[in-house]
């Protein structure tokens, strides 16, 4: 792999996906104050179903792409992983295009029997072009990805993030005298314009990409092969998504018809999850930026490893990412709950913040669940975080349908549901990983050091809470004095040290041995 290593391809993922996630913040904050719930909730009762029309369409192609380039590479057969991309790339136009056309001409009768809201039709219809858009840069993210060079991915996603932010926006406000519906389907249009950006950009990119020749001829595999070889590392990664998909279209159906049960009206229901996913998931889903660009770089890395039969890098990338999760999520986690009143009503959606402490009490584990397919993607066990989904859904959708019908729980029992959830699919990968990898827990490190800095953090917090009451900066000048403790305590009981310090990018070198 040389200099370029898992981390650094995290760390290039980290930058970019944080940007994206403050465009998104900045983003969201418009939405909810200068538009409202109402037309959120409208956008995100399309988005799952177009998810999910996209997972179909891709057919988890991407992610196996990705490790079957990074295995070829490794052992030198660079005709072999010019051909995969190619009937990749082939195989993915076609099923985007096919796919594309079909959803638009089905989609009156999509919005009038499976939707709650039948004004998401205009919404739908304009989604629908973006499947062929996303379906072709999977392809060229799969590459870049297979080769261990995140920058090119990490570009695309920021370029794509600043055209939905800015088209998106502009065209919500400007369709909003229209009426709700109008301006939602100002905020599918730039997300439309932000794929088709970002797939300009990672064409470019390619177009300038320097081939590296071989040290030794090899042949490619031949397309109808190479399709078998993918679909057959794809299949598991298909059935999970199109799962995890399927059952954000299942809430998002379900979350509003059940809170009307619980007495609200329709419309009430539909600004209510809009709250939850523009305000509440919004903030929690904040720290999974580092989780999801831990577990995108992990599955190459490690299957190099594998590949080439290392198990000892096997075992120590693996320790490494779920402790840096660990590290990271505890703090974030901590703030989201201490901090829940302020953060929400900065969206206008103070009427969440209990949700968002309830979601946080488990977070940690949602975070861990995404490292940990991340490893066991890598592994090769794509088919195992397939079967946790499934034994954590048969428990989380039968408590949230009846816990968000309860008037005393509603959105409070929806949040539960999901911690339980977390909690359930997080274990069982956790117990695979250290069933195939022998990965030692070091209680130490995985648990005691966070938790003990995670104290210091809330007792931080508390402290100064008192002493800056009234003051304009306090809420900033709290977080940043609990970070340092945090950080700092980690680092007295070793949680963290120097070695740590070095493997990240541009600060490794500034750090003495």
């Known amino acids: 792999m040389g200099k370029r290593t898992f981390v650094y391809g995290a760390v290039i993922l980290l930058g970019a996906n944080l940007l994206n996630r403050i465009l998104g913040f900045l983003y969201q904050y418009l939405i909810m104050t200068h538009i409202g719930g109402e037309a959120f909730g409208l956008f995100n009762m399309v988005f799952p179903v177009y998810m999910m029309a996209l997972v179909l369409t891709t057919a988890g192609i991407p992610l196996a792409v990705s490790k079957m380039i990074s295995e070829a590479v490794s052992v030198n057969q660079i005709a072999r992983a010019k051909s995969i991309f190619r009937t990749a790339l082939l195989f993915l136009a076609v099923s985007g295009g096919v796919i594309a056309f079909a959803l638009y001409f089905a989609s009156p009768y999509l919005a009038a029997k499976i939707f709650p809201d039948p004004r ?12 062929f858009i996303v379906s072709i840069a999977s392809a060229f993210r799969g590459y870049f990805q297979g080769m261990q060079n995140m920058l090119p991915t990490a570009i695309s996603q920021v370029c794509e993030q600043i055209i939905r932010v800015a088209i998106g926006f502009g065209a919500a406000m400007t369709f909003l005298p229209r009426g709700i519906e109008w301006a939602a389907a100002g905020l599918a249009i730039g997300m439309v314009a932000g794929e088709i950006v970002g797939l300009a950009i990672i064409i470019i990119q390619y177009s300038f990409l320097k081939e590296k020749k071989p040290s030794h001829p090899n042949e490619p ?37 059940r809170l009307q049960v619980a007495g609200y009206t329709a419309r009430e229901a539909t600004t209510l999850f809009g709250q939850l996913g523009g305000a509440a998931f919004t903030l929690f889903n904040f720290p999974s930026v580092f ?73 940690i584990f949602s975070y861990l669940q995404q490292t940990s397919t991340g490893i066991l993607q890598g592994l090769g066990k794509v088919h195992l975080p397939v079967i946790h989904s499934i034994i954590s859904a048969a428990i989380r959708i039968p408590l949230l349908y ?112």
């Open 120 to 131: 998401v039709l205009r919404i739908f219809l304009i989604c629908t072009p973006a499947i």
């Open 221 to 257: 595999l031949h397309p109808v092969q190479t399709l078998k070889e993918l679909f057959l590392l794809a299949y598991p990664v298909t059935i999970g998504r199109l799962l995890a998909t399927g059952l954000s279209s299942l809430d998002a159906m379900l979350i509003p018809q």
């Open 402 to 513: 009846t816990l968000t019908a309860a008037p005393e729980w509603g959105l409070k029992g929806t949040a539960l549901a999901y911690v339980v959830g977390y909690i359930l699919t997080a274990s069982l990968n956790l117990s695979a990983i250290i069933r195939f990898t022998g990965m030692p827990i070091n209680l130490n490190e995985f648990l005691l050091q966070p938790l003990i800095a995670g104290v210091g953090m809330i007792l931080t917090f508390s402290l100064l809470q008192l002493l800056l009451a009234g003051f304009p900066l306090g809420f900033v000048l709290e977080i940043i004095l609990g970070g340092f403790v945090y950080f700092g305590i980690l680092f007295l009981t070793g949680g963290l040290n120097r070695d740590d310090l070095r493997r990240i990018p541009w600060l490794g070198k500034y750090i003495p041995r």
């Open 291 to 363: 989780t999801f660009a831990l577990a995108t770089s992990l599955v190459p890395a490690i299957s190099e490893a594998a590949a080439r039969k290392q198990f000892q890098t096997v075992k120590l990338r693996s320790a490494q990412a779920l402790r840096l999760t660990i590290f990271i999520g505890i703090p974030c986690l901590v703030l989201l709950f201490f901090f829940a009143e302020p953060l929400t009503a900065f969206f206008k959606s103070s009427n969440t913040s209990s949700i968002l402490r309830i979601l946080a009490l488990g977070g």
